[in-house]
């Protein structure tokens, strides 16, 4: 059975990964973000405590 000779079926998986972890980390680290962060307020928010009527 053939499929079972794993000789040309490993070098096209270690190919395709190599190509994988080294072309495409690149391609898309590239791209840049299209909304810009923005920080957000140091205020501190008031804080109410709420009194329970039934103590």
């Known amino acids: 059975m053939p499929q079972l000779?794993?000789?040309p079926?490993?070098?096209i998986l270690l190919?395709?990964?190599l190509i994988f972890l080294t072309v495409?980390?690149?391609k898309v680290?590239?791209?840049s973000l299209t909304?810009?962060?923005t920080m957000l307020s140091t205020k501190?928010?008031?804080l109410?405590?709420?009194n329970w009527p039934w103590y």
């Open 24 to 26: 495409l980390p690149n």
């Open 48 to 50: 109410h405590t709420w």
């Open 5 to 7: 000779n794993p000789a």
């Open 44 to 46: 501190k928010l008031e």
């Open 29 to 31: 680290l590239n791209h």
């Open 9 to 11: 079926w490993l070098t």
């Open 15 to 17: 190919f395709s990964w």
């Open 35 to 37: 909304n810009e962060v």
